[in-house]
Every structure is written in structure tokens, then in C-alpha cells.
């Protein structure tokens, strides 16, 4: 299993990375033999206090974060439609260059106060770095809540299993996919009658003796260009290019869910064309109502009631078999 819910620590606003160090800073107390080593050794105590602590963390924020080097991944390009890929990166360098930033600051204010003669010098060097310190969080503010952001993202996806065999439910917005989802495997995708209920990729498995299969549900896809797809729909098209290993495509003759069968069957082809050598089941759903388009030759079957429902997982099983066994047949002797 992928370990993509990383550890990443909560990320803190520029100001409780500030209150947090000064509140340290002000605990610094070093005695020295005249009251002016007492103050300057106090100070450098304070600089290298607040420095040391911001630094650390700052560079904890990066490091926790993934890297997305790896083009072709599924992980890396679901972060990019989720957060986008970029605008993550970009982030993480502006960060670390806020840890550049203020370790350089320390460096140069720590031998400052070391040269100033007298307690007043030291005094002005200290709140100076202080200013020039704040300054420095402060402009990095909108990177650490883009973080805390793309945290919270990374938090919510789904943990998905690359190694085992995998059905991805896909179809239009509205036809069932969810209700079917919910019916076989553990998932407990929401199901409500409008389109686009299902806004993330949803994972959930089934088993079989003792075999457990992986069952995704997707968001519901518009018959239109890759390109005007949103980032909802980018992350059903991303299901179906790196995790299926069979493809129930989902379609409602009753056109309850909204949309026209010729809409549906365009949809059909095109994600036939784009997803070339994936097996397909093609099913139809709501078979219980009554207004249903008359008899294609696709079977039927109703998520609602679970009619045909026992007949499509058996289905299921068998291509999973098949394809198992095609495996071994490419195993050497
Ligand atoms: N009568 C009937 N209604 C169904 C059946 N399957 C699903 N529905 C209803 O159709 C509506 C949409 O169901 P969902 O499972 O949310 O559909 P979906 O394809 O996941 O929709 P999106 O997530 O929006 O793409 C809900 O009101 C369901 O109760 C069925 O077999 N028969
Ligand atoms: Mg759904």
C-alpha cells in the first residue's frame, strides 16, 4: 500500500511561528560577570533562540511535503487536479527560501550584537533583527496557508492499493454508480439524486473468499473534451487510466439521471476509445423503473433493488479470474 497520507505537520500562520519563538526567546536569561555581558549574552541567546527554532521548522514543512518528481503517477497527478502540482512546488520554495532567509539574518545579527560595544547598540541590533525577522514570516504568510491548505487536501485522499485487482465504476453523473458502489463493496459513497453527488474518488473493496478486490467509484463524466473537463471530473479520468483493471460503465435508460441516452453512449465510446485494451462491462441501470428505453442486449440490473446486481459481480469475478490466469500464463515455466 502507497503511503500517501503522509505526516505532515499542522503548518502555523506567521504570526504563532512568531509568538511561538518570541515566547521562547523571552525565556533566554544569561548571566555574565557585568551587567552589559549579561545583556549581550542574553540577546545572542534570544537571536539564536528565535532563529534556530523557525528554521527547523520551516525546513520540517518542506521535507514533510512529497516531491512529485514522477511524471506518469497516479498520486502526482491526482495532487496536481486536487492542489496543483505548481503552485505546490512553488510554495515549497518560497518556504525554504524563508529559511534561507532567516538563517542568514541570524548569522549576520548574532556577529553584529557580538561586535556592538556597548548595551545600547546591542539593544538597537536585537529589535532590529526582530523587525527584519518578522518582516521575513510575514511575507511568506500566503505560502503557509497555501500548505495548510494542500495539508488538509492530502489528508482527504482516498488510499488506494496499486497491487490488488481493481474495478472502476464510471458513467455519467446521476446513473447509479454510487448506489452500486454501495451495494458491493464497503464503500459509503453519499447517494442523492442530482448530478456530481460524488465530487472525489471513493474506495472501497470486496471480498471473495479469500480474495479481496479494490472497487472505486468515480465522479460522473460529461461527454466533452479532456480539455474542458474540471478537476472533478479529471479525477475519474485519472481512476481509469491508472488503477482500472476492468471498467463497469454505467448507463441509465431511464434517463432519470438526467441526460439522454445518445449523450450516454457518446460518453461510452469515447471513454472505449481513450482507455483502449482496459476490459469493459457495459450495464444498464434502474431497471426497475418503468420507463426505461426498450431492451439494448446490455444487461440489466437495479442498484435499488439489487436485481441483476449478484449476476454483474460474478461477472466481475470471472474477468479478474481470467485475467489472472492470463498472468500466470505469461510466467515463465
Ligand atoms: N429507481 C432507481 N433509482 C436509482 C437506482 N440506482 C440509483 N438510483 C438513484 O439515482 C440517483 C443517483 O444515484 P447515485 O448513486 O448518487 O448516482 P451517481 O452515478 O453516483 O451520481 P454522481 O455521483 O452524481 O455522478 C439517486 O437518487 C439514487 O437513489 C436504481 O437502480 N433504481
Ligand atoms: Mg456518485
Known amino acids: 500500500m502507497q503511503n500517501w497520507k503522509r505526516q505532515i505537520p499542522t503548518i502555523m500562520t506567521s504570526q504563532e511561528l512568531l509568538d511561538r ?66 503552485k505546490l512546488k512553488r510554495a515549497l520554495l518560497n518556504v525554504a527560501w524563508g529559511a534561507e532567509k532567516c538563517a542568514d539574518l541570524q548569522k549576520m545579527y548574532l556577529s553584529r550584537v557580538r561586535r556592538e560595544p556597548n548595551i545600547d547598540g546591542v539593544a538597537k541590533a536585537t529589535k532590529q533583527f ?123 435508460p431511464s434517463e432519470t439521471c438526467g441526460y439522454p441516452m445518445d449523450r450516454q453512449l457518446a460518453l461510452l465510446e469515447s471513454v472505449k476509445r481513450n482507455f483502449e485494451g482496459i476490459p469493459f462491462i457495459e450495464i444498464e441501470n434502474k431497471a426497475d423503473l418503468d420507463n426505461m428505453v426498450p431492451p439494448t442486449g446490455r444487461p440489466r440490473i437495479s442498484a435499488a433493488t439489487g436485481a441483476g446486481v449478484d449476476d454483474l459481480v460474478k461477472d466481475i469475478e470471472a474477468r479478474f479470474k481470467e485475467m489472472r490466469m492470463a498472468d500466470m500464463d505469461k510466467l515463465p515455466a
Open 130 to 252: 526582530y523587525g527584519r525577522f518578522s518582516s521575513i514570516i510575514y511575507r511568506i504568510e500566503p505560502e503557509l496557508k497555501l500548505l495548510q491548505d494542500a495539508r488538509e487536501k492530502l489528508k482527504e485522499l482516498p488510499t488506494v492499493d496499486l497491487q490488488v485487482q481493481t474495478v472502476v465504476i464510471a458513467g455519467y453523473p446521476n446513473v447509479g454508480k454510487s448506489r452500486l458502489v454501495e451495494r458491493i463493496s464497503t464503500a459509503k459513497p453519499a447517494v442523492a439524486a442530482y448530478p456530481f453527488t460524488t465530487k472525489g474518488i471513493v474506495v472501497g473493496h470486496y471480498k471473495s473468499g479469500w480474495r479481496t478486490f479494490q472497487v472505486i467509484d468515480t465522479p460522473g463524466l460529461l461527454d466533452r473534451e479532456l480539455e474542458e473537463r474540471n478537476a472533478i471530473e479529471l479525477q475519474a479520468i485519472l481512476a481509469l487510466k491508472h488503477l482500472a483493471d476492468l471498467i463497469v460503465f454505467i448507463l441509465d
Open 21 to 86: 519563538a518570541y515566547a521562547r526567546a523571552s525565556k533566554s536569561q544569561v548571566n555574565g560577570s557585568v551587567p552589559f555581558d549579561t545583556v549581550k549574552k542574553t540577546n545572542i541567546a534570544k537571536i539564536t533562540a528565535i532563529g534556530d527554532m523557525t528554521v527547523v521548522t520551516l525546513n520540517k514543512y518542506v521535507k514533510a511535503f512529497p516531491k512529485m518528481e514522477k511524471e506518469d503517477d497516479f498520486f502526482n497527478e491526482l495532487v496536481d487536479v486536487i492542489i496543483g502540482k505548481e
